[in-house]
């Protein structure tokens, strides 16, 4: 991909900081390579820091390969509320969205995507795409646009390279691929240009598929990070990057995101791609639906230990949302006497996580906030929308004393959430698993509030192990397709996956804390 031209937000602050407003270690590199093997570009490093750059295999004469990573979210306060205009909390999970950038030789003009997870590989030319439609004045977006809706010109000039996607496939998994790829494309022609170079996109994802846990989202923030990585157009992440700068590269990143999210969804919240981005939590509410929704970040919110468990019962939102406008247009008063004390519920939360002597650690804290989960669970019970599913990991986990569950997203199957009490004997955790295991659910140990958008340039990680002195590990794309399931992609590449489950040296974050 190429530049784009100079703006008035980016000729100032982010220009001045000389790296052109984009990633700090891109400064150091050449673009193109130099001639020959050189290493015009490099900086004035020791020689054996040289030999270490020399001779790591160069994965590309153009960019070295480099990956982003994105969380999955869950609701944790406001389900079913948040449609009459009451306030939610959705917040980061620690399962992640991986992706691999590798670029092609100058001769290779093609653009592939490539998602394992769901069998869908395809490969573009590039010459071939309609970028005449993309790039005519009346149509160009540029990096600093805020978009609101889809093209209907531009998404009609994609269609015929999104008819041959995956022709074997049944018709309703041939649709997912489809929306994906219009999803890629869309970003790809929308960022790029006709002289963008050959790539290869590659995501693996922890994040279960089509569960309400924002695998989607996930997605869509990985691409729109790496593409705008790849026209240089991000600053950071980096220690001493100010507050303001990371919150303006994170807002870009947000709103490329939701653009991926309109793609599939048509007329998403904006909930997801906000938590996968920022990561840590958001207060969400749209009480006017005439107007944009009010979303405001919590960049404090503290990072706790969560049972993430999927009932595999398929769930239908719109079944659920009808479900409770039925029962509201019977019983109005009860019904809105309910919403109200969901609402009552999602304030109280955000009121005690904002407490001075909160301390998320603390036995004390922990139940407070279980306990305010578990009368969530109860009035969207009483809304009608819980499951037998759902309530059995309750009368599992719950009334064994080991946290406080609740369903999360609109319910009726789908996936719960449980604060998991501290202290808990190992022995009563390894029977909740085998019962879980038994009963024929899926089981993640994650964590709540983690970081958002991250970025590991160039594709190197450094396991605290003896390949730490030959300059860390690469991550090429046969390992990371090899990986075996998600435990191989986190041991891989994990953001978490240092010794001991420490993070990971290499992975950078734009981390903001509240002003």
Sequence with gaps: MTGTPATPDNTTSEMSNGINGYHKEMAMRPVNGGKNGSTNGLPSLGESEKKKMMDRKSS?????????????????????????????????????????????????????????????????????LPWGVFQHPSKKKYYYDLITSLDPDLV??????????????????????QSSAASFLYLFMSLGSPKSPGCRYTLRSTIPIGAGVGSSAS??????????????????PHPDQPAEEARVQVERINRWAFVAEMCIHGNPSGVDNTVSTHGKAVVYQRADYKKPPTVTPLWDFPELPLLLVNTKTPKSTAVEVAKVAKLKNTHESLVETILDGIDQVTRSAESL????????????????????????????S??????????????????????WTKLTGAGGGGCSISLMKPGVPQEKLD?????????????????LGGDGVGVLWPAVLKNGLDEDEEGGMEIDLEK?????????????VGVSGGLGGAEREGWKFWRIDSQ
């Design 156 to 177: 009609k000039a994609m269609q015929p390279h999104l008819a041959d996607i995956s022709p074997g496939k049944p018709e309703a998994e041939r649709k997912i691929h």
């Design 431 to 447: 029977r909740l698993e085998r019962r879980l295991e038994e009963e024929g659910y899926q089981k993640f140990r994650t964590t």
């Design 480 to 492: 990371f397709l090899s990986a075996p399931g998600n435990d191989g992609v986190e041991e891989l």
């Design 219 to 236: 997605i869509g923030v990985c691409l729109a990070a790496a593409m705008l990585l790849q026209i240089r157009t991000l600053s950071g």
């Design 353 to 380: 996580i904002d407490e001075e002597y909160f301390d998320s650690e603390e036995p004390e804290s922990l139940r407070r906030v279980g306990e305010l989960m578990s009368i969530n669970h109860g009035l969207l």
């Design 60 to 128: 590309s004469p153009m960019m070295p390969a480099f990956m982003v990573s994105a969380p999955g979210k869950v609701i944790v306060f406001g389900e079913h509320a948040v449609v009459y205009g009451k306030a939610a909390i959705a917040a980061s999970v620690s399962l992640r969205s991986y992706l691999l950038v590798t670029h092609l030789s100058k001769s290779k003009r093609t653009v592939t995507m490539q998602f394992p997870d769901i069998d869908l590989v395809h490969t573009w030319n590039i010459d071939e």
């Design 382 to 403: 009483a809304l009608g929308v819980s499951h037998p599913r759902l309530d059995r990991v309750r009368e599992l986990l719950d009334h064994e004393g080991l946290g």
